[in-house]
C-alpha cells in the first residue's frame, strides 16, 4: 500500500481509453496480479512498513482487536486481519476467521440488503489470513461467492443509487482479487464488473456527478468510501485505473466532498456534512470518519494537484478518525507525506453542474458562513421534492432541512421528510392537484402544493444513463442557470419551473447574491396558472424567530443568529408555523415517530396580500454571532423591470421579465452572469 502510494501514484497508469482500446476492457491492467497474499492492500512487508511509519494509528488499531473494544464487523474483521498479517498474531486472525465463517455459513443473502458488505469483508480475511484458511473453509468461501452472486444477478442494478457502489460490486470485486487464482469464476466476476462500470455507471458518475456532488444527496457519504476501497485495490493489484473512466466526477469528488462540510469541528473532532435529501449525519457516525478516508484516497491519488493539496490541508485538521474502531482507515489511508496547499487562499466556492449544486463559505476559518443551494436534475430515489432549496450555517445551522429521516417511505417521510413543504423553496397550492404513490407509500398522499414527480417506482429513479436520456421529461427537471464568484459577492440563478406540475406552473426560478461574509439576497419570480392558486415562499428556520416591530425576524440558534428581512411582495402575510403544527396541513398529522437530531422546528411562511397570477419574493437574510443585536436594513425600489435592493454599500437590480440583473459596487456596476462560469 505504501508502494501504491508512493510509486504508483506518481507514475500515469495507462489511462482508460487505451485500456479499452486494447480488447482486455479494464481487467487486463497494466501488469499482472500477484500470486501471493495478501496482495489486496500491499505485501505482508509493504504492511510492516506502513505500521512502523504509522506507529501510533497502528497502535490504536492493535488496541481495538486485542482489548475487543466495540467495532462493526467490517472495522473488526479488517482490523483483526491486518494484525495477523502485520505481527502473524494467530489469536487475532482466528478471530478474524471465525467472524467470516459465521457470514459464509449464513443462508445466502440477497436484494436490498448489505450481501457485497458481507463478501468484501470475508475477502479481506480471506487475503490477509490466508494461512489460517483450510482447504474446506476456501472450498466454501468459494460456495459462497457463487451462490451469493447467482442470487443478486438482478439486485442493486441503478447506478445512480449508493447500493450499486456500496452494496455490491465493491465487495464482488475485493472478492474476485483475492480469490483471482483459486476461484475459477473469479476473473469473470471482475469481467462482469467491469462491463457494468464501463457501459452504466462510468457515464452515471459522469451525468449526475459533474463536479464532484453526485445526484443522490447526502448518500454518496454512505459508499463513496467502499467504492474508493476497491478502486485502489484495484490499482495495486493489477494497475487498473476505474478513476479514468469518469474524470470530472472523480477529480472534483475530494473538493465537492470538503465543501460538503458544515465549518467547525463536532463530536469527537469530526466534521458534519450538510444535508442533501435523505440523510443522516446529525449525530457522528461512521459516515464522517469514511468521508475522511475517502477524500484521503483521492488525495493520495491526485497528490500533485494543488487543489488536492488544499484538501489535504484541510484533512489534516482532523488527522484521526472520530471512532476508534476506524483506526485502521487513518494507518492505511493518511499519508502526511502529500504536499500541504495554503488552504487560506484557496477558492471559497464550489459548482457541481451534474446535480445543481452550489457551495459557498465566507472563509476557511472554523466560524465561517456557510451556503449552500440545489437547483438539479432527478436521478434516483434518495432525493426529494426540493429544488430552490438553501441552507445556511454560522455556529449552527439556521436555514435547515425539514424532518427526520429514519425509515424509507413512511408516512411522515412520504408527507413531510421529503416533500417541498420541509425545505426553503416555494409552494403553488392548487387544490385539485393529486400526488401519485410515492415511495410506494400505500397510504393517503397530502397536497403540500409543492413540487411534483411521476414516480414509477417505489425508487422514482433512472436505471442509468441510457434510461434517463429516453425519459428525460420525466428527469431533466430544473437548470442551473448561473454561478459567479468575484470574491466580495457570489451570484446563482436556477430555473426549477419543471419540478412543478404544468398544469399549475408556469414559471419559478430563483435568484441569489452572497455578499460575503454573511447576507444572502434572494430574489424569486413565481407565475402560476391561475392567480388564485396560493403562493407561499418557505424558509426552515431551526428555531422559532422572535418577530420584531418593525418586521424584522431574528432567529437564534445557539452561538448563531439570522436576521430575515421579508421586502417582497409588499405586504406579505408572515406566518411562523412551528412545533408539532409544522407536520399538520391538509387535513393530515405526519409528525415523526423518532428524532435523529436536531432538526427545522419553525416554518416561516410568506404569503402574498392580494391574489395574482404573478408575484416577485424579495429576502434579506443575514447571518451573525447571536451577541450581534441589528443588521443593515435593504431599502428595495421597484420601477418597472428593475426591482432595485441598496444594502451595505452596494445596489444589486434584478429584472422581473428575465433571468438577469446586475450589481454595482465601488467598482463600478456588473451585469450578472447568463451561465454557470466555471472557477
Excluded at 127 to 148: A, N, R, V
Excluded at 212 to 226: D, K, L, P, S, T
Excluded at 268 to 294: E, F, H, Y
Aim: aromatic share 12%; charged share 25%.
Amino acid at each position: 500500500m505504501y508502494r501504491l502510494r508512493t510509486i504508483l501514484a506518481l507514475v500515469p497508469l495507462i489511462l482508460f481509453p487505451l485500456l479499452a482500446c486494447s480488447g482486455g476492457g479494464l481487467t487486463g491492467g497494466p501488469h499482472p496480479v500477484p500470486r501471493e497474499h495478501p496482495r489486496l492492500l500491499g505485501s505482508a512487508r509493504e504492511l510492516q512498513e506502513m505500521a512502523r511509519l504509522h506507529a501510533n494509528d497502528y497502535g490504536r488499531m492493535r488496541r481495538v482487536v486485542l482489548e475487543n473494544m466495540p467495532a462493526g464487523d467490517h472495522e473488526m474483521m479488517t482490523s483483526a486481519s491486518l494484525l495477523y498479517a502485520i505481527e502473524q498474531n494467530d489469536s487475532a486472525g482466528h478471530k478474524a476467521l471465525d467472524m467470516a465463517m459465521k457470514i459464509i455459513e449464513a443462508p445466502v443473502r440477497s436484494g436490498h440488503v448489505t450481501f457485497g458488505h458481507d463478501m468484501a469483508n470475508c475477502a479481506l480475511v480471506y487475503d490477509l489470513c490466508h494461512p489460517l484458511w483450510s482447504q474446506e473453509q476456501k472450498d466454501k468461501f468459494y460456495k459462497y461467492i457463487g451462490e451469493t452472486v447467482d442470487a443478486n444477478t438482478q439486485s442493486e442494478t441503478h447506478v445512480f443509487h449508493n447500493a450499486w457502489y456500496g452494496y455490491k460490486w465493491w465487495g464482488y470485486g475485493l472478492a474476485a482479487y483475492a480469490t483471482y487464482y483459486e476461484y475459477d469464476r473469479a476473473k469473470q466476476i471482475l469481467a462482469d464488473l467491469d462491463k457494468d462500470y464501463i457501459e452504466r455507471a462510468a457515464p452515471a458518475l459522469e451525468l449526475a456527478g459533474a463536479g464532484g456532488g453526485f445526484g443522490e444527496g447526502y448518500y454518496i457519504h454512505y459508499w463513496e468510501y467502499e467504492w474508493l476501497f476497491f478502486c485502489e485495490v484495484a490499482r495495486h493489484c493489477a494497475g487498473v485505473d476505474y478513476y479514468a473512466a469518469a474524470p470530472d466526477f472523480y477529480r472534483n469528488r475530494a473538493l465537492a466532498d470538503m465543501f460538503e462540510c458544515y465549518p467547525g469541528l463536532r463530536e469527537n473532532n469530526t466534521r458534519r456534512s450538510i444535508p442533501m435529501g435523505d440523510s443522516g449525519g446529525r449525530v457522528r457516525g461512521s459516515d464522517r470518519d469514511k468521508s475522511l478516508s475517502a477524500r484521503r484516497i483521492l488525495v493520495n491519488f491526485f497528490r500533485d494537484d494543488s487543489a488536492h493539496q488544499a484538501v489535504h490541508t484541510f484533512n489534516e485538521q482532523t488527522p484521526v478518525s472520530g471512532s476508534m474502531s476506524q483506526a485502521y482507515k487513518d494507518m492505511l489511508w493518511r499519508d502526511p507525506s502529500v504536499t500541504k496547499g495554503d488552504l487560506s487562499k484557496f477558492k471559497l466556492s464550489h459548482v457541481a453542474t451534474g446535480p445543481g449544486y452550489v457551495y459557498a463559505r465566507s472563509s476557511w476559518q472554523e466560524d465561517a458562513t456557510y451556503f449552500y443551494f440545489k437547483c438539479g436534475d432527478r436521478f434516483t430515489a434518495h432525493q426529494h421534492l426540493d429544488n430552490g432549496q438553501f441552507l445556511v450555517y454560522k455556529y449552527e445551522e439556521l436555514a435547515g432541512d425539514g424532518g427526520q429521516y429514519y425509515e424509507f417511505g413512511n408516512d411522515h417521510d412520504v408527507n413531510y421528510h421529503l416533500r417541498s413543504i420541509a425545505h426553503s423553496t416555494i409552494l403553488v397550492h392548487d387544490p385539485s392537484e393529486t400526488w401519485p404513490q410515492i415511495r410506494a407509500f400505500q397510504g393517503r398522499i397530502a397536497n403540500d402544493g409543492g413540487q411534483h414527480h411521476d414516480w414509477p417506482h417505489h425508487n422514482g429513479a433512472a436505471a442509468d444513463t441510457a434510461d434517463w436520456n429516453a425519459n428525460k421529461a420525466l428527469y431533466d427537471i430544473a437548470d442551473l442557470s448561473a454561478f459567479e464568484d468575484h470574491g466580495d459577492w457570489l451570484y446563482t440563478a436556477g430555473d426549477f419551473t419543471r419540478s412543478y406540475r404544468a398544469a399549475k406552473m408556469e414559471l419559478c426560478t430563483r435568484q441569489i447574491v452572497y455578499l460575503r461574509p454573511s447576507t444572502f439576497v434572494i430574489f424569486d419570480r413565481v407565475r402560476a396558472t391561475k392567480p388564485e392558486f396560493k403562493k407561499t415562499w418557505l424558509l426552515q428556520s431551526m428555531t422559532t424567530p422572535e418577530r420584531r416591530a418593525d418586521g424584522l425576524l431574528v432567529e437564534t440558534n445557539g452561538r448563531g443568529r439570522l436576521f430575515v428581512q421579508s421586502c417582497l411582495p409588499a405586504g406579505a402575510k408572515v406566518t411562523l408555523v412551528s412545533g408539532d403544527d409544522m407536520f399538520r396541513y391538509d387535513g393530515g398529522d405526519f409528525r415523526p415517530e423518532k428524532t435523529q437530531g436536531q432538526a427545522p422546528d419553525c416554518r416561516v411562511e410568506v404569503t402574498p396580500a392580494v391574489a395574482a397570477k404573478e408575484d416577485f419574493f424579495l429576502h434579506v437574510l443575514t447571518a451573525a454571532d447571536s451577541s450581534v443585536a441589528d443588521v443593515p436594513r435593504a431599502a428595495v425600489s421597484e420601477d418597472g423591470d428593475r426591482v432595485s435592493v441598496s444594502l451595505e454599500g452596494r445596489t444589486i437590480v434584478f429584472t422581473k421579465s428575465t433571468l438577469g440583473g446586475s450589481i454595482a459596487t465601488s467598482a463600478g456596476e456588473t451585469p450578472f452572469a447568463a451561465r454557470v462560469v466555471q472557477d
